[in-house]
């Protein structure tokens, strides 16, 4: 893929979440998974684009999407010892209502089509869509040490 191995480019999608964006408490190991995929995918566009590979990376970060994972929010099995804030993840997806594939699948393709967009994280929600905007510097409160 990459041009200078004669390749045309390309575009890489990596699925996050918005629990990639913003922790999920019931569900931290998948919430550092995603923060994860957040990371390398703005690492490895920066990287690409520094590289000239002609390569964008970009992440497609919905919210809770009817899939047969929805259901392992739920059930105590998969929750753990994290299964007493299952209060907290239904009052985000209250706040999050469940999205349907089909709408993140029109999300996707505006990562597909939208060629100025490299290291750019989609966020998917039932009544809007964004690109996430990030800071270029890190806003500190000072300490003292």
């Known amino acids: 893929m990459k041009k200078e191995n004669g390749g045309q480019g390309g575009l890489i999608i990596n699925t996050a979440s918005l629990a990639g ?32 590979y002609g390569v964008r990376i970009n992440a497609l970060c919905p919210g809770f999407v009817r899939t047969p994972l ?13 299964v007493h804030l299952k209060g907290v993840t239904q009052s985000l997806m209250e706040k999050f209502p469940i999205l349907e594939v089909d709408r993140v699948a029109k999300a996707f393709m505006v990562l597909v089509k939208d060629e100025s967009l490299n290291g750019a994280c989609l966020t998917v929600l039932t009544d809007e869509a964004g690109i996430v905007i990030f800071p270029k510097e890190n806003q500190k409160t000072p300490v003292t040490l």
């Open 21 to 52: 964006l913003g922790p999920l408490p019931s569900a931290p190991i998948y919430t550092a998974t995603k923060y994860g995929v957040v990371g390398f995918t703005r690492a490895l566009a920066m990287a690409s684009e520094l590289a000239n």
């Open 70 to 82: 929805i259901e392992c929010f739920k059930a105590e099995e998969q929750t753990g010892q994290f």
